[in-house]
């Protein structure tokens, strides 16, 4: 479905690549689907982690064997995560860890700089996000990006990818009678340095449920969200936009013989019980 949608043969090794939108628009079900296809691959995925909403149990349905994964959960700054980033890297290159790997982080917008976690901790206000841009610039425009994208080169043993989940918001319009527009967090330095960046969701709207009735009872299975590739260094053909279903495994195509043929395999499974993967700690 994905690569039906986005007219890409895939994600691409060796690169940077950012998903942003709001919430709720799909943006982990990329993360994860690359996760599971890297893994059939022989590619190892790293995921790091600040998103408390991580779902483990969503990534094993969509066929992630987190055994087979690196997980480093609970990064608190940026600077704590570039610096996990940079000593895989470091690994690969000495041999320590001879395998091409896929860094998943979920997600950089919820990831706050060492400064600016310092002043919400000390109750103080304003300036944060300028910090936060600035050191992605830094650490990540600057350094990372150079040194993932040199790992295409013959003389790297092993590749690296990453892929960034962001959230976005939504900016008001630059003038009169102009339409609003989706801002990553953090600034535009990602976008800068990414080869491949897609956006789900609408500028102003979210997404929407697809719903199916089983025994009188009507309920959500998938989402239904734009995916959109903003910007592309890989090939000459993308898509400008276009619908995508996600769902418990994975994308799937907006189209009626996909979604019958996925009603067919999994209806079964559907239906009003407890399933901690629906159910929040919170609830």
Same mark, same amino acid.
């Given at each position: 479905?994905?690569?039906?949608?986005?007219?890409?043969?895939?994600?691409?090794?060796?690169?940077?690549?950012?998903?942003?939108?709001?919430?709720?628009?799909?943006?982990?079900?990329?993360?994860?689907?690359?996760?599971?296809?890297?893994?059939?691959?022989?590619?190892?995925?790293?995921? #790091?982690?600040?998103?408390?909403?991580?779902?483990?149990?969503?990534?094993?349905?969509?066929?992630?064997?987190?055994?087979?994964? #690196?997980?480093?959960?609970?990064?608190?700054?940026? !600077? !704590?995560?570039?610096?996990?980033?940079? !000593?895989?890297?470091?690994?690969?290159?000495?041999?320590?860890?001879? @395998?091409?790997?896929?860094?998943?982080?979920?997600?950089?917008?919820?990831?706050?700089?060492?400064?600016?976690? =310092?002043?919400?901790?000390?109750?103080?206000?304003?300036?944060?996000?300028?910090?936060?841009?600035?050191?992605?610039? !830094?650490? #990540?425009?600057?350094?990372?990006?150079?040194?993932?994208?040199?790992?295409?080169?013959?003389?790297?043993?092993?590749?690296?990818? #990453?892929?960034?989940?962001?959230?976005?918001?939504?900016?008001?319009?630059?003038?009169?009678?102009?339409?609003?527009?989706?801002?990553?967090?953090?600034?535009?330095?990602?976008? @800068?340095?990414?080869?491949?960046?897609?956006?789900?969701?609408?500028?102003?709207?979210?997404?929407?449920?697809?719903?199916?009735?089983?025994?009188?009872?009507?309920? =959500?299975?998938?989402?239904?969200?734009?995916?959109?590739?903003?910007?592309?260094?890989?090939?000459?053909?993308?898509?400008?936009?276009?619908?995508?279903?996600?769902?418990?495994?994975?994308?799937?195509?907006?189209?009626?013989?996909?979604?019958?043929?996925?009603?067919?395999?999994?209806?079964?499974?559907?239906?009003?019980?407890?399933?901690?993967?629906?159910?929040?700690?919170?609830?």
């Amino acid at each position: 479905a994905f690569k039906e949608v986005t007219k890409l043969p895939g994600i691409p090794t060796g690169h940077i690549i950012m998903n942003y939108g709001k919430s709720d628009t799909g943006k982990s079900t990329m993360g994860l689907e690359a996760a599971a296809n890297a893994q059939k691959l022989g590619i190892i995925p790293v995921f #790091i982690i600040t998103e408390n909403k991580f779902s483990f149990e969503r990534g094993e349905k969509m066929g992630v064997n987190f055994e087979d994964a #690196i997980v480093h959960n609970g990064v608190a700054t940026i !600077e !704590e995560g570039c610096k996990y980033v940079k !000593e895989t890297l470091d690994a690969q290159e000495s041999g320590d860890l001879p @395998y091409d790997v896929l860094f998943i982080w979920d997600s950089i917008g919820g990831t706050p700089s060492e400064k600016e976690l =310092g002043k919400k901790e000390e109750g103080e206000s304003g300036g944060g996000m300028m910090v936060t841009a600035r050191v992605i610039r !830094e650490e #990540i425009t600057r350094y990372l990006g150079p040194r993932v994208n040199a790992t295409r080169n013959d003389s790297f043993p092993y590749t690296s990818t #990453i892929i960034f989940i962001n959230h976005a918001y939504t900016a008001p319009p630059s003038m009169p009678g102009a339409p609003p527009s989706l801002v990553p967090y953090g600034g535009d330095g990602i976008y @800068y340095v990414a080869t491949l960046v897609f956006r789900t969701g609408g500028i102003v709207g979210r997404s929407s449920k697809v719903t199916a009735t089983k025994n009188g009872d009507e309920f =959500g299975f998938a989402l239904k969200t734009d995916l959109i590739v903003q910007k592309n260094h890989i090939t000459n053909v993308s898509t400008s936009k276009a619908k995508i279903l996600c769902t418990d495994h994975g994308f799937l195509l907006d189209d009626k013989e996909a979604i019958a043929a996925y009603k067919k395999e999994y209806a079964s499974d559907w239906d009003l019980k407890y399933d901690e993967y629906w159910v929040s700690k919170e609830d």
